[in-house]
């Protein structure tokens, strides 16, 4: 295979394969090249990955040495997209009785939500997490924008019990802004004790549904290394329960009646 | 920029932004070189994209012409993954209490819904999708996975009204397995009237759930061009209410039991 045809098939295997560590000899059998041809044409990704804000390939010598691409936003690249949800976000025709926020639209977009994936799983990237954990139903994409550029599965707690999980654990939480006593449940199969986890959710306010998500988590004596929210609102009655979370945007001051609020970047740089 | 960094730089964009029609001044900016540099490069791609099985570059020309990618498995591609499905699926502990498959896990994996998403966009690559609907819990994921390789947003009905949605529009059916009266809602905001769409759900027996979802869809006087689901199961009770679908596989004749069932490919060839 000709130098050209290799960077190919090379860049899309590293994009549909990320934080996946490979050793050189599947590429020298893919490519039907040798192992210093291949070491070249890594050289040439990783430096143009790098250049476009992509990411870049991560490689380790030695016996089991092997390459490994990490996705990684730049700064900017960030900067810019954020800013841009927040434009759209501010139309007031977005505000719904309740001082909710529409956002079904932008949520409904598959590159919106795999670049807000990127974002989180840029920064995540090592934390060395062994799965992603979200409560049905809003944020499910997200996490599995977030699961796939971190290469591992999406765990899902529902609100009711499901016969096709099997047997499950649950718990009883306050939800934060209802004040009422609701159910989580989490199938006893889907995630093994004492795992690495990341929440993801597409909305916070006074951060129930988060602390729910810890307690039934800690019933598995899994370990929360990060958790990551699209949008965090504030919640003018009630203290957050949630402190160490990275938020997208941030929504404030909302007044239904005159049509007005606040968006702003969350806490994620 | 040389070639090589233009290929890895036009591959990485295609595999992004599938059935994007992109006008070739685009590349040219991006990659600060002559049309006719890039037309090389797209018939390099082109040429790699098919060996590969991963799809093709559509061309066409004059005063708006451009390129577009077109994701497409070869059927070699589809026979071996959906083989290895069923094989992992056949294990007799994945069998519930009811008669239920335990599949969770599959369907927690972000690698293994984006191929059954790109099988399902394969298919149904030509006919022209304005949107991807689906159901709360279980299709969302799938949805997605199929939405962002055609490039369009996803839509999702729900059994319960939710008021960050605004005003909806709602539909009683009964559900096939149950036998229950159920309830779906679709927010009005979220499709516009005669939209093309494609229903995606994880798993149908009777097709209760599918009908629940055309009847809403009728609502909207949209037009059902596919629908896809990943799993369909014999109902031994009752008919087929659906009959015009693609399944990737089927599982029939479980016995719970005897810990017994059969799963081959579904009808997607």
Known sequence: MKRSNRLIVLTQYFLENPHTHTQLPYFVDLCNTTKSSISEDLDIIHDVFEQQGIGYLHRTTGASGGVRFIPKN??????????????????????????????????????????????FASSFASLEIDAIVTVATKGIPLAYAVASFLNVPVVIARRDPQVTEGSS?????????????????????????????????????????????????????????????????????????????????????????????????????
């Open 74 to 119: 730049t700064e900017g690249k960030n900067e810019k997209f954020i800013q841009g949800l927040c434009e759209i976000l501010k139309d007031p025709d977005r505000i719904l009785p309740g001082g909710y926020l529409y956002m079904s639209d932008l949520l409904g977009d598959p590159k919106t939500v795999r670049e807000i994936g990127r974002i």
């Open 169 to 269: 654990v649950s718990i009883n939480y306050v939800s934060g802004s209802s004040r009422k006593i609701q159910t989580m449940v989490l199938a006893k199969r889907s995630l093994k004790e004492g795992s690495k986890v990341c929440i993801i959710d597409d909305f916070m306010k006074a951060g129930g549904t988060i602390t729910g998500i810890m307690n039934l988590l800690a019933e598995f004596d899994a370990e929360v290394k990060a958790i990551g929210v699209f949008a965090e609102a504030d919640d003018e009655e009630e203290e957050r329960k949630v402190t160490n979370y990275t938020s997208l945007i941030k929504i404030s001051h909302v007044d239904p009646e005159e049509k007005k609020m606040e968006i702003i970047p969350g806490n994620y740089r």
